[in-house]
């Protein structure tokens, strides 16, 4: 992995809506929806309520993986999900992270990213809170998601 993207922010402030057009918005670029080798995905997430709400996807275009999270509010979740990706095998990874209601999903990935080697792989840290609740939900995420396709791509 060279490149890492986490989008945090409040329940309900956009940033599964976002991961979620971003994926859409590689697929324009070409990219195609591929799997894992060995990984057991999506079946990390047992509850189909869930599976449909959320979403982890590998998109491959010449060679260049990108896997994205579209859900950030469970810590096992995430972690059982994160487990089956070998890092060195994509180029990004895109994922939610809860940053409040007790922080667990927030406190998961600091600890994610204290073990990364910043010389290698880039992190951009987005605070989606900044950008949302201003009753223009939809040029929001489009604007973020738009910045994200751009910076991994």
């Known amino acids: 992995m060279n490149k890492l993207v986490i989008v945090a922010g409040s329940p309900n ?6 991961t979620k057009i971003v994926i859409s918005k590689l697929i324009e670029r070409g990219y195609s929806k591929t799997s894992l080798e060995g990984s057991n995905l ?38 059982n999900v994160i487990k089956q ?8 990874l895109v994922c939610c992270s809860h940053a409040t209601r007790g922080k667990k999903v927030f406190e998961y990935f600091h600890d994610f990213i204290g073990k990364i080697n910043i010389k290698k792989v880039k992190i951009l840290p987005i605070y989606k809170n900044l950008i949302c609740s201003h009753n223009r939900e ?6 973020l998601s738009q910045i994200i396709v751009d910076w991994i791509d």
């Open 13 to 18: 402030s956009g940033k599964t809506t976002t």
């Open 138 to 143: 939809n040029e929001e995420n489009e604007q």
């Open 85 to 92: 990706i070998n890092l060195d095998d994509i180029n990004c």
């Open 42 to 79: 999506p079946n990390a997430i047992n509850n189909k309520e869930e599976q449909d709400k959320n979403e982890f996807v590998v998109l491959e275009k010449d060679n260049t993986k990108i896997a994205v999270i579209t859900f950030g509010d469970i810590v096992a979740q995430i972690d």
